[in-house]
Structures are given as C-alpha cells and as structure tokens.
C-alpha cells in the first residue's frame, strides 16, 4: 500500500513539474511564441539547386560570369540551365531539356547572341519555360 501511494505521490509531481515547465517555455516574454502568425511560408526549393553558392562560366561564353540559373536567349525563345547544363526549348509540340545544343542554334555562336540572365526568384522554377510569354514580353530581341 505504502508504494502504491509513493507511486502516485511521484506521478503527481512529474505532473505538477512538467506543466510549470510547459507554461514557462510556451510563455516567453509575455506571448505565445506562435500567436500573431497568420500563415507558414513554405518554400519549394529545385533539387538540382547546388548546395554552395557558384559563379557559373557556361562553356559557350568561358570568361563570362552568371550569377542565376536561366539565361534567356529572346531571339531563339531558348533557356540555358545553369545548374543542370542543359538547354530548355520549345519544339512545337513540347519542351525540351538536352545538354546538347538543339538543331535551331548548332552553328550559332552564343556567347555574341543577346541573353538575359531571369531573376533570382526563378532559379528554383525546373519549369521556368510556364513563364516564357512574360519573358518574350519583357525581353525583346534586338
């Protein structure tokens, strides 16, 4: 009898103490520490996104540095992947991605051709070519 009593006396203080513990850590300073939160930003990162920050010096323009992932080419509606060295274009059906350079371009020399790294918020996008007619339209051809 006597342990069972001891028992129950020493579940009732892990009780008491944990939930001191509870209220202090939930009450920091006064508040809640997830009150005033309306919502979780979740963020979809690419899995082919390098794990270390990289300067990139594509083998079509060697002394050249870029800093983002696509480079948009306006004149040929094409995409250089800077982290997969692979070119992104349209076929007339669908859109394709091959690291080798495809038929449009085989004998054209990139590094003179006009080209525009995107923005910083794309270079998660495997898809960037779903934003490719506001591309086409923010960047002309010369």
């Known amino acids: ?26 009450h920091r300073g006064g508040r809640h520490p997830h009150r005033g939160r309306s919502h979780v930003v979740v963020v979809k990162r ?32 094409l995409y250089w992947d800077n982290w997969r060295n692979h070119y992104v274009f349209y076929n007339g059906t669908v859109w394709l991605s091959q690291p080798a350079a495809p038929p449009l371009i085989v004998n054209v020399n ?18 960037v070519y779903n934003n490719n007619s506001k591309h086409k339209e923010e960047i002309k051809p010369d």
């Open 110 to 127: 990139l590094e003179n051709e006009k080209n525009v790294e995107l923005k910083e918020e794309e270079d998660d996008l495997d898809d």
């Open 46 to 77: 690419s899995n082919y996104r390098p794990h270390k920050v990289v300067v990139y010096h594509p083998y079509w323009r060697p002394k050249f540095a870029y800093n983002r992932r696509w480079v948009f080419f306006p004149k040929y509606n």
């Open 1 to 26: 009898m006597k342990t069972i009593k001891l028992i129950a006396l020493a579940i009732l203080i892990f009780i008491s103490v944990s939930t001191t513990f509870a209220q202090k850590r939930e």
